[in-house]
């Protein structure tokens, strides 16, 4: 069965809106967490990362929280752009690198304008 | 996408018959993998490779074979395809000094 998911399968929100993508994982013992942006017809992208050992970490315009408590990651997006609309998803990993990643099943972000 | 590509980019075939992708590198990574991509189920993983003729199988893995005689090659092969392996595949490929998976374009296959 799926060891991680996403609470959500859809989100609109207004350009300029924060946007918060959450998710939840099943594994304990995932050492790595991972968000991929997925746009039509494309490949999953890389937007962030983070450790187990880590509670919070900043990119550019995106923070991504992770509550090992409650097995929960979420994503937010700063300033929502049309040009975020996509699919997210958060993906696990244990702490061998190669490892392979195990995702969840996506959420939509819409942002209308 | 990183060096990566993928061939055919889309497919159409019936099924029993045999079909082959390609994946194909230029970055030299260590680790290279197969992934289905279908509605309501996100990425899953086919096989995986850590190595030249280094193969081993993931989440789905039944109704497919992988090879990799070469660093920069990595071949899924479907012996008999079925309908239900019409999907879109996705190879993904990964460095021994990091955690970051970058993934090819896709091949769309539909298996009539």
């Known amino acids: 069965g799926e060891s991680v998911g996403l609470h959500l399968p859809t989100l609109s929100v207004q350009e300029g809106d924060n946007s918060i993508i959450n998710c939840a994982y099943s594994?304990?013992?995932?050492?790595?967490f991972i968000w991929y942006k997925q746009e039509s017809g494309k490949g999953p992208q890389f937007i962030i990362d983070i450790r187990s050992n880590m509670d919070k970490r900043q990119g550019q315009r995106v923070t991504v929280l992770l509550n090992k408590t409650v097995k929960h990651l979420s994503l937010q997006i700063a300033a929502t752009q049309p040009g975020d609309s996509a699919v997210y998803f958060c993906a696990e990993r244990g702490d061998q690198a190669g490892t392979a990643l195990i995702f969840g099943k996506g959420t939509t972000l819409s942002v209308s304008s | 996408d990183a060096g990566i590509t993928q061939s055919p980019r889309h497919k159409v075939t019936e099924t029993g018959t045999p079909v082959t992708l390609r994946c194909h590198q230029t970055e030299n990574h260590r680790y290279m993998y197969w992934y289905r991509q279908d509605p309501g189920h996100g990425l899953r993983l086919i096989h995986y490779s850590y190595g030249v003729k280094d193969t081993d199988k993931g989440e789905v893995s039944d109704g497919y074979s992988v090879s990799r005689s070469k660093t920069e090659d990595f071949l899924l092969t479907l012996e008999s395809a079925t309908s239900s392996q019409t999907s879109v595949y996705f190879c993904a490929i990964g460095a021994t000094n990091s955690n970051e998976q970058f993934f090819g374009p896709g091949t769309r296959l539909t298996v009539l």
């Open positions: 594994n304990s013992a995932s050492d790595y």
